[in-house]
């Protein structure tokens, strides 16, 4: 069997850089042990395959190359916006059917696709010197005014606060560490931030989940959205500079990426709603055969 995959990258800055994903269209005859066979030769940190769903416009499964995931940022981003270039789809909002739950995607006129996330939910707080330890860091180059926590808007990541820019693009883990560490928390890897950037951007940041076969990835949406809601709880950004943030990842992958982040909150200051979006570019078509 062929399968027609497309490839492109989300969250590019310009047309450089961002997160390459797979996306398969009209998925629907695919089993899920062809789509994981699809992911490991298409070999990108996530494939999106898009299918018809009884209780949304779309639904979307995703697969790492060596397994399911409830939900992956740039590879929806990927497939909106594919499907908009492809005349498919036009501006306006869609549901989508995920296995982290029904979601909303906002495509607009330009090309931006945005994805509402799942409000956040906030788990425990992990040793620092754990963390530093499988970062091959001292403790002391993490931030000590935020605690290392796991959060979660869809898929579960530790959220570790890092010093200064030079800390953060020095770091070389310790994968086995971040595996184990990952596999007793359950959760899908690290998220690694400063807020000591050069740019407009809120934080610069880097992310490592090497239980999914993934030692680091160039632009996460999930992570960021997440890291969103985390600094907004704990005071790091205010409801008045929550409704356009930036994110930079991918740097030290010579990958430049761009995430912009909507956070709404209401007049009780909670959370009511995040959105994580950007861009894609350099679309290809291969052709696999399974």
């Known amino acids: 069997m062929n399968v027609q995959v497309y490839t492109l990258n989300a969250f590019a800055k310009g047309q450089q850089g961002g997160n390459p994903a797979g996306v398969v269209l009209n998925a629907d ?10 992911a490991r030769i298409v070999g990108f940190s996530e494939t999106a395959f898009v299918e018809k769903s009884q209780h949304a416009d779309f639904k979307v499964r995703y697969f790492t190359p060596i397994d399911e995931v409830d939900l992956c940022g740039h590879a929806t981003i990927a497939a909106f916006y594919l499907m908009m270039s492809r005349k498919l789809i036009r501006s306006g909002t869609y549901t989508l059917e995920t296995k982290a739950g029904v979601l909303e995607v906002a495509v607009k006129e330009g090309g931006s696709v945005f994805l509402a996330q799942a409000l956040p939910q906030f788990y425990e707080e992990i040793d620092r010197q754990i963390i530093a330890d499988s970062l091959r860091i001292s403790p002391d180059e993490l931030l000590s005014d935020l605690p290392i926590q796991i959060v979660s808007t869809g898929l579960r990541d530790i959220l570790v606060p890092v010093r200064s820019l030079d800390v953060l693009e020095q770091i070389h883990p310790d994968f086995e560490q971040v595996k184990d560490i990952s596999k007793k928390h359950n959760v899908i890897g690290y998220h690694l931030f400063t807020l000591d950037t050069l740019t407009d951007a809120i934080a610069r940041c880097r992310n490592f989940a090497p239980l999914y076969d993934i030692p680091e990835e160039s632009a996460t949406g999930t992570s960021n959205g997440a890291l969103t809601c985390y600094l907004y709880k704990h005071g790091k950004i205010t409801s008045a500079q929550a409704g356009q943030l930036i994110f930079e990842q991918g740097y030290t992958m010579n990958s430049p990426s761009e995430i912009r982040a909507r956070l709404a909150v209401n007049e009780a200051s909670d ?17 696999i055969k399974i």
């Open 29 to 38: 005859s695919l089993s899920a042990e062809e789509m994981k066979q699809v």
């Open 271 to 287: 959370i009511i709603r995040i959105e994580v979006g950007g861009t894609a570019a350099n679309i290809q078509i291969q052709k």
